[in-house]
């Protein structure tokens, strides 16, 4: 988050490549310092999220390498240690987005030590499942892992937004959730290779699951500390020239026209927000569809009567879909700003899914389904994202807007871990699947009605902007002032 100083500063600097409110364009510029966001801080937040996702879901992979069998967990006691996860999780997404704004004696807490923290913390608890030896052991990792990971995802969406404009936040947003996608991808591919260590050291290959995998997480963190820029003006890779023109687009976007200092007063107004409350909705539907399959896709392809080492490598192709189907669409959201339709279309995919899962008994149609509803959630969670990023402003409030949304999601996570196995029993999961495609059809309303009040909202502010000037209006104002175009 960018301090008194650095905001000041961004202001100043900006004003020589700017007239009035808008930027002069430059296409060599423009080309040249995206694409250095796109190489310097887009792989290192994608890292950071692949990491989160890999660290909190491979417990699937570990279950079905023999995780509940060795600890003697029922199917309950199983869901009851994915929950333990979110409970923290939730409670320690807003306070960590809100700590990127508050000061400690006059300095910000700023992403760049934050963020490599958490990383580095949660990277340490993921070696220590391997170690664990009882069910009380797990229960413990599991909490710590969410309290550590708690403020990541909301986190990397925030701290986004100091470098890009929103009209170009789907695209990255979906560059770095994406790789959720391609975790599901990796950690069949790592668990298949890894469960052939089973023995060494005495160990399970289901805690060399844990183990390597955490390591590896403690070394990125670790080297995040020196690769991570804390903001546009600190960025090694610009030169000042460069500097310039990327605040002077933030400005002309209205993405750094920020309150001076946090206030509880703009946390209060991202909750009266009709938005936030219309995606809160959509967010909590796509968490329960995301995190019911991203945690029991390996369980669903074992049971249509693959061996746990075939399922690991099946749970593949649907995930690498799913990461080539959210690039494309969140070309398109950019491209054409509609953020809208992509998240009823994607939600479609997820009914088409479900529906095919449920209506066949055909192990081929089922598996088929996959390709259909991993792809959809996968497609709608950084499309929401970014869609709530989009609009809401100042950062105070973008930032509680963002964990509001995501607080949502990982409440639907809490009921996605009882939804299938526990509540919904394998392998034809029939309550479930009834259940996840009711919400992706919820889903799809919910994001057209988010469209339609945000166009008409969009009419209103046309019509002010007919009979009064900018000079005019009240300042504050934030996402509700006239000038401030709603992203659709």
């Known amino acids: 988050m960018l301090d008194d100083s650095e905001t000041s500063k961004d202001v100043s600097s900006s004003k020589s490549i700017s007239s009035g409110d808008r930027v002069i364009e430059d296409r060599v510029m423009e080309r040249r310092v995206w694409r250095k966001i796109d190489m310097y801080v887009v792989p290192v937040v994608a890292m950071f999220y692949l990491l989160s996702f890999l660290d909190r879901t491979n417990v699937a992979n570990a279950r079905v390498a023999g995780l509940q069998t060795d600890l003697k967990m029922s199917n309950k006691e199983y869901s009851i240690a994915l929950t333990v996860t979110y409970v923290p999780y939730i409670v320690a997404e807003l306070p960590s987005n809100l700590m990127l704004k508050v000061k400690f004696y006059n300095q910000a807490v700023g992403p760049n030590l934050m963020l490599p923290t958490m990383l580095t913390l949660w990277g340490v608890v993921t070696t220590l499942q391997g170690v664990v030896k009882t069910y009380s052991g797990l229960l413990a990792c599991r909490f710590f892992l969410g309290l550590l990971e708690g403020g990541v995802f909301p986190g990397l969406v925030l701290y986004l937004s100091y470098f890009y404009p929103r009209y170009k936040m789907n695209l990255r947003v979906s560059m770095f959730f994406s790789a959720a996608s391609l975790s599901g991808a990796f950690s069949g591919i790592l668990a298949f290779g890894?469960?052939?260590m089973d023995g060494i050291g005495n160990r399970p290959g289901w805690a060399w699951i844990f183990i390597l995998e955490g390591l590896f997480t403690v070394l990125f963190g670790a080297s995040s500390y020196f690769t991570l820029p804390r903001s546009v003006d600190t960025a090694w890779f610009f030169n000042a020239e460069e500097k310039s023109y990327v605040n002077a687009k933030l400005l002309e976007d209205n993405t750094q026209k920020d309150e001076e200092r946090f206030t509880w007063k703009e946390v209060v107004e991202a909750t009266k927000l009709p938005q936030v409350w219309f995606l809160a909705i959509a967010f909590f539907l796509d968490g329960v569809v995301l995190y019911s399959l991203a945690y029991f896709s390996p369980s669903i392809i074992q049971g249509l009567g693959f061996t746990a080492a075939r399922a690991q490598l099946m749970s593949v192709p649907p995930f690498a879909v799913g990461f080539v189907v959210a690039m494309i669409s969140s070309w398109l959201s950019d491209r054409?700003?509609?953020?809208?339709?992509?998240?009823?279309?994607?939600?479609?995919?997820?009914?088409?899914?479900?529906?095919?899962?449920?209506?066949?008994?055909?192990?081929?149609?089922q598996y088929g389904s996959l390709f259909f509803s991993i792809p959809g959630t996968y497609t709608t969670a950084p499309t929401l994202s970014a869609w709530s990023s989009n609009n809401a402003a100042p950062q105070t409030r973008r930032a509680t807007a963002i964990a509001i949304g995501f607080i949502m999601t990982n409440s639907g996570g809490i009921l996605a871990t009882w939804l299938l196995g526990s509540l919904s029993p394998a392998p034809e999961y029939t309550s479930a699947t009834i259940t996840l495609l009711v919400f992706s059809a919820v889903m799809a309303l919910f994001g057209g009605v988010n469209l339609f009040y945000l166009w008409n909202q969009n009419k209103k502010k046309a019509e002010i902007r007919r009979t009064l000037t900018r000079e005019h209006e009240n300042s504050g104002l934030g996402d509700r002032s006239a000038w401030f175009i709603y992203n659709l």
């Open 194 to 196: 890894i469960i052939n």
């Open 336 to 365: 054409y700003r509609c953020r809208g339709i992509v998240v009823i279309v994607s939600s479609i995919f997820c009914v088409i899914g479900f529906a095919m899962f449920l209506g066949s008994k055909s192990h081929h149609v």
